[in-house]
């Protein structure tokens, strides 16, 4: 009887433990889903801050917030996404809220300060920079007080910060063409001349440098093109900005020759330029 007896309790705790061993494999289960949506998670959120439309993004992260507006991830994704979107003041409202959250860092603030510059808020933007410890040393810390110091004229604090910034990236092609605008604008014509060419070194497609680089060199009343890569179209753009520049300088006859260059350089019909020429040959 004893035997009767116990069949029906082993097959009891058999049950029970096939029925543990199914919720222990179910609950495996979710949590191995939970972590693939984690994963997925991640790569959209990271889709959105890179590739994706701006604004896009930001109805991304603004959807995302709504069930867990704490999420200080989510938070900071919208706050850059907003920047992306060239919509700098909401920009400036969300890296703001970011840095009054828990676990929020000194990037936070470096990324306030730069929406902050973007609406052109210096002051508040250097007040954030200074609350950022010294210790935190990188390189978009270092542009943006490079620009503020810029905006303040301090100009040895700038060169200071410029030259920092620089050292701190492997592609320092933009730092250099801001800081030779810099030196352009203090009327340092021969060392912008040279932080231009060594953007262009750095970065043979970034045409904004090449055209800083014809603004110094043109202040110089030198109007004879640089040795450096450039395509038809460019070539002939240049020849425009120099041709304003040396007009701009009192040069006029040679701002005309260089007009009829650019006219005969560029590939296509050089509307700008032409009738920049018909102004001046009829003055």
Known sequence: ??????????LSGALALAACA???????????????????ENDLNEVMLTVADPNEAVDYFARALKPDPDRIDLQRGLAKSLVRAKR???GVAAWTRVTRMEGSTPDDRVDLADALIRTGDWAKAKKE?????????????????AMVADANKEWNRADSFYEIAAGLTTRPAGVMNNWGYSKLTRGDYADAERLFGEAIRQDQSLFTAKNNLILARGAQHNYTLPVIPM???ERAQLLYTMALTAVKQGDVEIGKGLLRDAIETHPQHF?????????????
């Open 1 to 10: 009887m004893r035997h009767l007896i116990l069949i029906p309790a082993l």
């Open 22 to 40: 199914d919720k222990n494999s179910d609950a495996t289960v979710e949590r191995a889903f939970q972590d693939v949506n984690v994963v997925d």
């Open 88 to 90: 700098n003041t909401e």
């Open 129 to 145: 920079l200074d609350s950022v410890p010294p210790t935190h040393e990188t390189f978009k810390r270092y542009r943006l007080e």
């Open 231 to 233: 395509g038809q179209s």
């Open 271 to 283: 509307e700008e330029a032409v009738r920049s020429l018909r102004a001046l040959e009829t003055t």
